[in-house]
């Protein structure tokens, strides 16, 4: 396993940018702030879970012999993700990323055994009826992830589907679910003590849209045959590589200034342009990992003011046809990420015919073409962006990315000044839906 994830920052310069980007000793300018940032941040060891999960070693290979037991019964053919924010969105963004792009369509043999992975992350009764239809409720396992072990659509859809086990079962719907929630306290954890349901536990301080590289992700993963050992060993390198105090060696570091430099010039929109359809549904477990770390109400002895870059997803070249010309010609509001890889894997090339610029070319080559091109175009028109690249897309290239962004996200929390590990106007929303909910009993 060797390689590591490249970030190439030179368009976001003014040099490149003009007006619109930033000086390189505005970045070299942060140095001693950055200090302070990682001091800061490692003062904040309640919520510093997430940067002991590469070392879990142990417990990923525990998870694997877990996994083989069951797969061996030959008895299964589905997995089903019980969850919403981030106890889905890193299990879709693993699957996605490392899977076949129509995984759930290939036979059992072609799967090699592994388990078809689908996410309900939503109450939506059209989703949910529609899975019960595809799914032979017999072969399914199903994993209920809520940290709090009281998310009200984990337990809507987990209620559902254990009356459906329990009619088709009986008894045996024991077997076919695991809880992954607090170690001790929940609605959850207590079904899981009083049912004795097999579960994992989700430490105390590690948030949701942190725990990618946990048991919330990392099961679901295993049982559609990732190799999740890689994933650690990937992020765990990232460990290794953002460890520097150097803000100039350091990516994650380098990320977050740039992101909080931009931002002071009014680019308060965040674009993720995913690069590889394989990439999408990281830009969407990216999406609440930004916004919901960086969107908050700040307090002072002045009074409140509101601060935080909007994050939006892309997809290239797709959305080259539809969000580019506003990125080209609209307001000057955002800085554009490039999730990109150097080689994917396939080469196909088209045929012969009678258009030359495309005759006889490669998709890859026409692929990368356009995203030269879009780069070039953005950066005429003095629309900052970088570049995260990967040398390919496989586990260990995967974890890095995800350490890398989540810890971006801590640090950039830090240069914002707010705290990037609450929610608390999503609790908000979930405070009126459960008085809603109980004065309508």
């Not at 939506?124 to 809520?146: A, C, H, M, W, Y």
């Not at 954890?189 to 948030?207: D, Q």
Request: hydrophobic letters at 40%; aromatic letters at 10%.
């Amino acid at each position: 396993m060797t390689g590591t994830i490249q970030f190439n920052y030179e368009n976001v310069l003014s040099e490149k940018v003009g007006k619109e980007g930033i000086e390189l000793e505005e970045l070299k300018n942060l140095q001693k702030r950055f200090v302070q940032v990682k001091k800061n941040l490692l003062r904040k060891k309640e919520y510093l879970a997430f940067t002991h999960l590469p070392d879990n070693l142990t417990q990923a290979r525990e998870i694997k012999k877990f996994v083989k037991k069951i797969r061996d019964t030959h008895r299964f053919d589905n997995f089903v993700v019980i969850g919403i924010g981030g106890s889905a969105l890193g299990n879709r963004a693993l699957q996605d990323s490392l899977n076949h792009p129509y995984w759930n369509f290939l036979s059992k043999e072609e799967r090699k055994g592994w388990l078809r992975l689908f996410v309900l992350d939503n109450i939506d009764p059209q989703e949910f009826s529609g899975l019960v239809r595809i799914i032979d409720l017999k072969k399914t396992i199903f994993n209920v992830i809520s940290k709090s072990g009281e998310t009200t659509e984990c337990l809507a859809n987990f209620a559902l589907f254990k009356d459906l086990l329990k009619k088709k079962v009986r008894n045996k719907w024991r077997e076919q679910v695991i809880i992954t929630t607090d170690e001790k306290k929940g609605y959850l954890r207590k079904i899981a003590n009083e049912e004795k349901i097999f579960s994992y536990a989700v430490p105390e301080n590690l948030g949701g849209r942190y725990s990618v590289l946990s048991p919330v992700g990392l099961v679901s993963a295993a049982f559609a045959g990732i190799d999740i050992e890689k994933l650690l060993l990937g992020a765990k390198e990232m460990v290794k590589i953002c460890s520097t105090d150097e803000l100039m060696d350091n990516p994650a570091g380098l990320y977050a200034a740039i992101q909080y430099l931009l931002y002071q010039r009014g680019k308060n929109i965040s674009v993720m342009l995913a690069y590889s359809n394989r990439f999408y549904s990281i830009a969407d477990w990216y999406r609440q990992l930004w916004a919901e770390s960086l969107g908050k109400e700040v307090t002072t002895s002045t009074g409140k003011y509101s601060i935080g870059p909007t994050p939006i997803k892309a997809l290239g070249v797709t959305d080259q046809h539809s969000q580019l010309q506003l990125y080209l010609d609209g307001p000057k509001d955002k800085v554009v990420t490039f999730l990109s890889v150097r080689d994917s894997g396939e080469e196909i090339f088209l045929p012969q015919f009678n258009q030359n610029n495309l005759s006889g070319k490669s998709l890859n080559k026409i692929f990368h073409t356009e995203e030269e091109a879009t780069r070039r175009a953005l950066t005429e028109k003095q629309c900052p962006n970088c570049v995260v690249l990967l040398p390919e897309i496989n586990p260990y290239m995967i974890g890095q990315l995800f350490y890398f962004f989540e810890l971006a996200t801590a640090y950039a929390g830090e240069f914002f000044q707010v705290n990037p590990f609450d929610q608390p106007a999503v609790e908000l929303i979930k405070k009126y839906t459960k008085n809603l909910l109980e004065n309508e009993s």
